[in-house]
């Protein structure tokens, strides 16, 4: 015959361990304006595309054009290391001068500029927000790989379908949303409305973060060369179209016989995160609770032994 207080133990801790792995799943915290990764310790925008909700809530084009005055006064220019001193102007959001695209697609510039600017104003009680980074799978160097399977099974850095990915958007991308890439790994077109984020259906496990975009996010980790490998300043981006991981323009093209020329195309958007410094990690209210019940459990099964 069992113990009452071992029996009492053993169910309290299996209750405890289906409540720590529904816990686990729940990596992501909804702090209202941002969002906090507890496995990487990363605190995230909740507003994927922050910049156009910021524009778009401004009542008026005076408003809306102060606004862009007032993130350009922060970065008027930016020294490149291969285009030189760069200087931003509105058309780091839009190819038409004093037109700005509401969308929130900007220049690697322009997402630099936002975040100076975010930072300048302490957005969500914050100075120290970046843009995401990029790191390479062998903890050392970026591997591009080659054509064929490589460019699908997650096993370079220019790829599809990666997991335990060390780069910040991509593991975002992956391991914490679980979607899908456009290819499978081998190089199958998978069904419209399966991968990435879909207009026409969106995956619900985008959950607390909103305003996702079917385009690039930027990282903050600058290259010197393109998918093929060849000379051009990029900069590294995940597509949460489509899932891929790579090189992006970032608007500077080498065109002989000049060495580098800045063009801004605006094809990015700017999703910033910090690190997250706080060690208090919250606790969920059913652990609060499970704790009660264990006590109680605990408590009651000594009451029946001394009557025993």
Do not use: C
């Given at each position: 015959m069992s113990h009452p207080l071992k029996s009492s133990l053993t169910a309290a801790l299996a209750l405890a361990g289906v409540f720590a792995a529904s816990a686990g799943h729940a990596a992501l915290t909804d702090n209202g304006t941002t969002v906090t990764d507890t496995g990487t310790n990363l605190m995230?925008?909740?507003?994927?595309?922050?910049?156009?909700?910021?524009?778009?809530?401004?009542?008026?084009?005076?408003?809306?054009?102060?606004?862009?005055?007032?993130?350009?006064?922060?970065?008027?220019?930016?020294?490149?290391?291969?285009?030189?001193?760069?200087?931003?102007?509105?058309?780091?959001?839009?190819?038409?001068?004093?037109?700005?695209?509401?969308?929130?697609?900007?220049?690697?510039?322009?997402?630099?500029?936002?975040?100076?600017?975010?930072?300048?104003?302490?957005?969500?009680?914050?100075?120290?927000?970046?843009?995401?980074?990029?790191?390479?799978?062998?903890?050392?160097?970026?591997?591009?790989?080659?054509m064929g399977d490589s460019a699908f099974n997650g096993t370079y850095d220019v790829s599809h379908n990666f997991s335990n990915s060390p780069s910040e958007l991509t593991h975002l991308y992956y391991d914490v949303f679980g979607m899908q890439a456009m290819f499978t790994t081998t190089g199958v077109l998978?069904?419209?409305?399966?991968?990435?984020?879909?207009?026409?259906?969106?995956?619900?496990?985008?959950?607390?973060?909103?305003?996702?975009?079917q385009a690039e996010y930027f990282t903050g980790t600058f290259s010197s060369v393109n998918d093929n490998n060849q000379p051009q300043a990029t900069v590294w981006s995940t597509n949460f179209a489509s899932g891929i991981q790579h090189l992006s323009d970032r608007g500077v093209l080498d065109l002989s016989p000049d060495p580098w020329i800045y063009m801004p195309i605006p094809n990015g958007v700017a999703l910033v995160v910090r690190d997250n410094t706080s060690t208090v990690v919250p606790v969920p209210g059913a652990v609060w609770l499970l704790g009660s019940a264990l006590m109680g459990l605990v408590g009651r099964a000594r009451r029946k032994a001394a009557t025993a």
């Open positions: 995230w925008a909740k507003d994927a595309n922050l910049f156009a909700s910021i524009y778009n809530g401004l009542a008026s084009n005076a408003a809306k054009d102060q606004f862009i005055t007032d993130v350009l006064a922060r970065t008027p220019s930016y020294n490149d290391p291969l285009a030189g001193n760069v200087s931003l102007s509105d058309a780091e959001w839009d190819l038409g001068a004093g037109s700005h695209v509401a969308d929130g697609h900007m220049t690697i510039y322009g997402a630099i500029a936002f975040v100076n600017w975010l930072n300048s104003t302490n957005w969500s009680g914050h100075n120290d927000w970046r843009l995401p980074e990029a790191k390479p799978l062998n903890g050392s160097s970026f591997q591009l790989g080659q998978r069904d419209p409305g399966t991968y990435g984020v879909s207009q026409t259906n969106p995956p619900i496990n985008l959950n607390p973060f909103t305003n996702f975009e």
